[in-house]
């Protein structure tokens, strides 16, 4: 360690700046399918959820498959679920998704961010940088 004063104070500074820096949560990687038994737990969480609503019939949906899947891995602090609204018409009724895919983002159970359409990866990047920071 050096000697000089100036120095050793600078240096006391930014270790304690690194300790008390907190850290971005981090979620369980993959994309989690939500139902009635597990929806309101996922997206009550703190960390940031964005939801997919999609259905098997649609064809921008299943478009939206591979680039959700593959942007899910840049994103560790957002947790990605999917909701197929066929078969839970009361949660997308409940946050009256009426087109698909519509994209949600969920922060401590509240809507914060919802993007409807085939936005492709830019949407995605858009939603998760825009929250993420």
């Given at each position: 360690m050096s000697e000089d004063p100036e120095i050793a104070k600078i240096m006391q500074k930014k270790l304690e700046?690194?300790?008390?820096?907190?850290?971005?949560?981090?979620?369980?990687?993959?994309i989690i399918d939500?139902?009635?038994?597990?929806?309101e737990q996922t997206i009550s969480s703190e960390n940031l959820t964005l939801v997919d609503f999609w259905a098997e019939w649609c064809g921008p949906c299943k478009s939206m498959h591979p680039i959700f899947e593959s942007l899910e891995k840049q994103y560790p602090n957002v947790k990605f679920a999917r909701v197929n609204v066929d078969q839970n018409?009361?949660?997308?009724t409940k946050f009256a998704v009426q087109s698909i895919p519509t994209?949600?983002?969920?922060?401590?159970?509240k809507i914060i961010d919802k993007m409807m359409g085939a936005v492709g990866a830019p949407g995605?990047?858009?939603?998760?940088?825009k929250h993420s920071n």
């Open positions: 700046a690194m300790i008390n820096q907190k850290p971005q949560p981090k979620v369980e990687p993959g939500l139902n009635d038994s597990n929806f018409q009361n949660i997308s994209f949600i983002m969920f922060k401590s159970g995605i990047h858009m939603i998760c940088k």
